[in-house]
């Protein structure tokens, strides 16, 4: 079935939806996006991705040129016209067409595009027999050259990182800061539980500010569960009682063997399917309803876009 993508203040079919070999965006990673879920007619925590976004384009003096009120109508409005109530939605916005130069003052004019469909989940089993990892040799970014909390198009950092734990036989990897503190997985926010405390790498710790992770920690703490933003080495992790990923197409995942340790009893336990059941359950009355009981459903309100 063909997609309907947002494209610069249109609707176009997935064929039309083409943008030029001198977009900053594909010649030099400039640009910014987020990776957004709606479940059960509703897009969770809307209002979050859309601040990161703007707080990303700020960053990079990106201007988007629509406000977020109007990209919150974007965003919904492409999943209308996809009929679909339970989505992975990209939206991106890039410095635009300019020339070969890096200059961006040499791009009039920010390309948007907003891609919904269906997800792909992970399979269900591994949710409950958790994932194996490694660390691998290259850091996350320095804060001080592209901030990792900038969601940049640029992702070859890791990427890279992603061919190392390819290498070694597993799917994703765990990314240490300069440092040498853990930072985050690659497309994904870490965590560990010890002596019945959640503990995350602080923001400055060359991560993503995930939406996940912040989530989590809420009804980590809403659950009495003692939760701490704080560094930690790779030692850490080998004696913790559990380790799982935070993100927005994992939810929470485990990990159960990391550098070829074995974290804790090796299973998933409690405290872990307590708050993937939380999760989950947050995700039925969170962020704002794409279809509203007017709409038939197949003819639904169409929103001023432009
Ligand atoms: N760290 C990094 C580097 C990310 O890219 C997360 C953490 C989790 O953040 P949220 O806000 O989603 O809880 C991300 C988000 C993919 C994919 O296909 C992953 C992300 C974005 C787009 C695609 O795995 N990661």
Redesign the pocket.
């Known amino acids: 079935m063909d997609l309907i993508i947002y494209l610069n203040g249109r609707f176009v079919s997935e064929k039309e939806a083409v943008i030029s070999v001198f977009d900053h965006g594909l010649l030099y990673g400039d640009g910014v996006f987020e990776?957004i879920r709606a479940y059960h007619n509703r897009v969770f925590r809307l209002r979050e991705?859309l601040q990161?976004l703007y707080e990303s384009a700020k960053s990079i003096m990106l201007e988007i040129p629509l406000s977020p009120e109007k990209m919150e109508g974007v965003v919904l409005e492409t999943l209308r016209r996809n009929h679909l109530r339970d989505a992975y939605i990209r939206l991106v916005v890039t410095r635009g067409r300019g020339d070969l130069g890096l200059d961006p003052r040499k791009c009039p004019e920010p390309t948007v595009f907003c891609i919904t469909s269906s997800i792909q989940l992970y399979p269900e089993e591994l949710y409950a027999k958790g994932l194996e990892v490694v660390t691998v040799p290259t850091p996350r970014n320095y804060n001080e050259a592209v901030n990792?909390r900038i969601?940049s198009l640029n992702y070859l950092n890791?990427i890279m990182a992603k061919i190392e734990a390819n290498l070694a036989g597993t799917m994703e990897a765990i990314m240490l800061n300069p440092q040498g503190y853990v930072a985050?997985?690659?497309?994904?926010?870490i965590f560990m539980i010890k002596d019945e405390v959640l503990i995350t790498p602080p923001k400055y710790a060359n991560?993503?500010d995930?939406?996940?992770?912040n989530t989590v920690m809420e009804l980590a703490r809403r659950r009495g569960i003692e939760v701490r933003e704080e560094l930690f080495t790779r030692h850490d992790l080998y004696i913790a009682d559990q380790v799982f990923l935070?993100?927005?197409?994992?939810e929470l995942i485990p990990v159960i063997k990391i550098d070829g340790r074995i974290i804790g009893s090796g299973k998933p336990e409690r405290i872990f399917f307590e708050l993937l059941e939380d999760f989950r359950e947050l995700t039925r009355t969170d962020g704002p309803l794409i279809f509203t009981e007017e709409d038939s459903g197949e003819k639904a309100g169409e929103a001023d876009v432009k």
Not at 246 to 250: K, P
């Open positions: 990776g991705h990161r990792p969601k890791n985050e997985a690659t497309g994904d926010n991560i993503l995930g939406i996940t992770r935070t993100g927005t197409a994992a």
